[in-house]
Structure formats: C-alpha cells, structure tokens
T-cell receptor, first 114, second 109 residues
Framework: DAGVIQSPRHEVTEMGQEVTLRCKPI?????LFWYRQTMMRGLELLIY????????DSGMPEDRFSAKMPNASFSTLKIQPSEPRDSAVYFC????????????FGPGTRLTVL | AQRVTQPEKLLSVFKGAPVELKCNYS??????LFWYVQYSRQRLQLLLR??SRESIKGFTADLNKGETSFHLKKPFAQEEDSAMYYC???????????FGAGTQVVVTP
C-alpha cells in the first residue's frame, strides 16, 4: 500500500489563480482530514470527512476554500482565488475509525502563491 | 476552548542524554492524547498514544490529569531521534485532532 497519496507535491501559482489539491486516502479508511501547516500557525485542521460527508469545516479559513469528497477514494481541496497568504504545506490524512484514531498522513503539497 | 501547548520550539541534546518534550493541554472533557513525529523527508506518523501506555522507540509519555500534561521522555537520546515532534489532543466524538506547535529535537553526537 502506497499510503495516502497527494498531488501535486509542489505547486507554484500566481495570486488570483485557482488551485486544486488532490488526495487519495488509504483504502478502507472512513475518515479523511485536510490540514494546513505554516510557520506562524503550525498544523491546523481545515476540514474532515466521514464516509465522504463533511463533518466539520470550521477550520476552513474563508469562502475561497472549498473541499469535496465525491467518493471514498478521492478528495479535493480548492482555493479560488488564491492569495500569497495561502502559501503553506497542505496535508491530507486518513483514518480507520473513531476507535483507532491513528491518522495516516500523506507527503503533503507545498503551495507557493506569488 | 481546547488548546495544546508545546513551549519549546527547539530542543538540542547530546547523544545519550535524557530528553523530555513538554506538552500541556486544556480540555474540559476526558482527554485522549497522542505524540506524532516527523523525521526528515518522511511523513508525519503516530509515535504513541496515552491510552496504550506503551513505549515506542524508547519513548514514554504519561498523562498527568492534575497537571494537564503529557510530556514525552526518553532516558538516552539517539541521533535517529532527531525529528519534529507534535503533541495532539483528540477533541469531540469524531476523533478530531488538535496539534501543538511542535518541538524540533536535534540530537548531536
């Protein structure tokens, strides 16, 4: 198993452009999490899904951010329009269930918005 | 509101010396705490969880509810312990994790 897969690994874009980050969770995991990591704010939970349904999106910074999980094996995090302050590493993680609660992280996508 | 505090951003220790990473939390419910680690060029991964009361790679962590702490300890640090360590608190009924700011550990020979 390749673990959680994220693409792209690096993204450089210009302010105002749309950015789409992708995640494939580990097969069989019911929970999927999107995090953002910055020097200033550390690791922040943006949103998470259970069985493809968004459960808590209180960490999504503003309306420019949106996340979807159309099926159990794919999720996207979209930023439109992007701004320089969105520059960060974005992690996706997945988990079996509430009892185990061990989250398996992807390698992250490093986003730079110029 | 729940909070996880890791007061040390950087911890530099010599090989063979004891190392202790501090973690304090605030949470009104029954806490579930974890330590995650990220080695250089590797993914963030679970190191240990308080409920298991286990020792992983020589590390232990004891939950002290009176002091609201979950410090991570190892009696003899090794160079391969150099990494970024995050303390995390599970909040709510859905397993949502709140992470501390992280502590970078550097073990020098």
């Amino acid at each position: 198993d390749a673990g959680v897969i994220q693409s792209p690994r690096h993204e450089v874009t210009e302010m105002g452009q749309e950015v789409t980050l992708r995640c494939k969770p580990i097969s069989g995991h019911d929970y999927l999490f999107w995090y953002r990591q910055t020097m200033m704010r550390g690791l922040e939970l943006l949103i998470y899904f259970n069985n493809n349904v968004p459960i808590d999106d209180s960490g999504m910074p503003e309306d420019r951010f949106s996340a979807k999980m159309p099926n159990a094996s794919f999720s996207t995090l979209k930023i439109q329009p992007s701004e320089p302050r969105d520059s960060a590493v974005y992690f996706c993680a997945s988990s079996w269930d509430r009892v185990h609660n061990e989250q398996f992280f992807g390698p992250g996508t490093r986003l730079t918005v110029l | 509101a729940q909070r996880v505090t890791q007061p040390e951003k950087l911890l530099s220790v010599f090989k063979g010396a004891p190392v202790e990473l501090k973690c304090n939390y605030s949470y009104s419910g029954s806490p579930e705490l974890f330590w995650y680690v990220q080695y250089s060029r590797q993914r963030l991964q679970l190191l240990l969880r308080h409920i298991s009361r286990e020792s992983i790679k020589g590390f232990t962590a004891d939950l002290n509810k009176g002091e609201t702490s979950f410090h991570l300890k190892k009696p003899f640090a090794q160079e391969e312990d150099s990494a970024m360590y995050y303390c995390a608190l599970s909040v709510g009924s859905w397993g949502k994790l709140q992470f501390g700011a992280g502590t970078q550990v550097v073990v020098t020979p």
